[in-house]
């Protein structure tokens, strides 16, 4: 079994780890573009976008904090505090454990900022020794970046590790029938990738869903623990759906953010590694980002009978129709698409390679035009 850590790379170069950052940032703000753009087709509904929008907003923010962290890497600081490690191979992304350190520093955020000197002093003091002594400031250059770092966690909204259930009511739909969305979120350690999830469910208990005191945290637990990529949607919904009697999952979605392919940082092999490497793309336009949605649909209900003399709803989920691949998959439909600017396109165009026929291409501009092919 091969050592996943070698698949990891430490961003040790001050300039490399800042680009990278850059390079996220503007990512993130063309996904957002995209998925307005899937609304204005109707492939999303506005609750979609808003939810979608949130996490990925998050999203941001954690690749904010993280690049205060590491602002000074590569640097001589006084100190060794290390550099971003990401996985080169197969994502692209920073690895789960940098977000597993994120949340334990933010449990102790503000113990840190009460003992370091304010932002105002450090860069007086940054000042001072730059005219006094002619040197530069690389340690309170560090330790600035470092309340910076404290001061995003303390904001809060990132998106972390385990990204708990959120439940919003969509609408009454009889006498003690109530219709939600339910979303939650993972960044999955298996793959290094953020997946979002969103389920629409109806719920035929007593007592509505988020004000069920027995119920809901049951549910939150149970989805949580099965927020796996790699996990079928149909597993998923078929456990949700037998462990809770009056609960009936309708449409359940799941989108994977990524991999982020880079010719400048990641080492993926296949076909858009060649056509970045022919693109030769200006720096912040040599990237391409895979997005991939899964979906599974409640096509029946059946009733099953549950104890002496009573019946409980059981959902028939549709699959896949097409080559026998809805067993394969688990899911009832599967879009795959990537996100990446214009000069990669046009090489992706030229090249033709299979596979990419079925797969939609959103071409992004710096003006933030998007174009769908």
Same mark, same amino acid.
């Given at each position: 079994?091969t ?22 940032? !503007? ?6 573009? /995209? ?6 087709e ?10 979608l ?6 999203? =941001? ?15 001589? +600081? ?5 550099s ?19 949340a334990?520093? $933010?449990q ?6 009460? =003992?370091m ?11 001072r ?6 040197? /530069?400031?690389?340690k309170l ?13 303390l ?7 385990? =990204? ?11 006498e ?12 999955? !350690?298996?793959?290094?990738? &953020? ?7 109806e719920?035929s208990?007593?007592?509505a ?7 809901? &945290?049951e ?15 149909? +597993?998923? $919904? ?10 009936? &999952? ?5 989108f ?25 793309? &200006? ?8 997005w ?18 009573? +019946? ?8 896949? *129709? ?21 000069? *990669? ?22 003006v ?6």
């Amino acid at each position: 079994m091969t050592d996943p850590s070698h698949d990891h790379a430490g961003l040790s170069d001050t300039f490399a780890s800042r680009r990278y950052f850059k390079k996220f940032e !503007s990512i993130i703000r063309h996904l957002t573009r /995209v998925a307005a753009a899937m609304q204005a087709e109707g492939r999303l509904s506005k609750s979609d976008v808003k939810v979608l929008t949130a996490y990925l907003m998050r999203l =941001n923010f954690t690749f904010r904090a993280l690049s205060m962290k590491y602002l000074m890497a590569g640097r001589n +600081t006084g100190r060794f505090f290390g550099s971003l490690a990401m996985d080169k191979r197969d994502s692209g992304f920073p690895v789960a454990s940098e977000l597993m350190t994120m949340a334990n520093d $933010a449990q102790q955020a503000e113990r840190h900022l009460a =003992n370091m000197a304010s932002e105002t002093q450090l860069k007086d003091d940054m000042v001072r020794t730059i005219i006094s002594d002619r040197a /530069v400031p690389s340690k309170l250059q560090f330790a600035l970046s470092q309340r910076l770092y404290y001061e995003e966690l303390l904001k809060g909204q990132l998106f972390w590790t385990q =990204n708990d259930p959120v439940c919003e009511w969509l609408e009454n739909i009889g006498e003690r029938r109530r219709r939600f969305l339910l979303h939650w979120a993972a960044y999955d !350690s298996q793959v290094n990738l &953020p997946v979002i999830y969103l389920m629409e469910l109806e719920d035929s208990g007593k007592v509505a869903l988020p004000k069920d005191e027995r119920r809901w &945290p049951e549910v939150q637990a149970h989805l949580m623990a099965q927020a796996l990529a790699g996990l079928k949607l149909v +597993t998923i $919904a078929k456990g949700f759906d037998e462990d809770f009697d009056d609960l009936h &999952p309708k449409h359940l979605r799941r989108f994977h953010v990524g991999p982020m392919y880079s010719s400048a940082y990641t080492e993926q092999s296949g076909p858009l590694h060649r056509v970045l490497e022919e693109a030769e793309a &200006p720096a912040g336009q040599d990237w391409a980002l895979a997005w991939t949605l899964e979906e599974l649909e409640s096509e029946e209900v059946r009733e099953e009978r549950s104890g002496w003399f009573g +019946t409980v709803e059981r959902e028939i989920f549709a699959l896949d *129709p097409f080559g026998g691949r809805g067993a394969d998959t688990g899911a009832t439909r599967t879009q795959r698409a990537i996100i990446l600017p214009q000069r *990669p396109f046009q090489v992706l165009a030229e090249l033709g390679p299979p596979g990419f026929a079925d797969v939609q291409k959103f071409v992004v501009s710096e003006v933030g035009q998007v174009l769908r092919y």
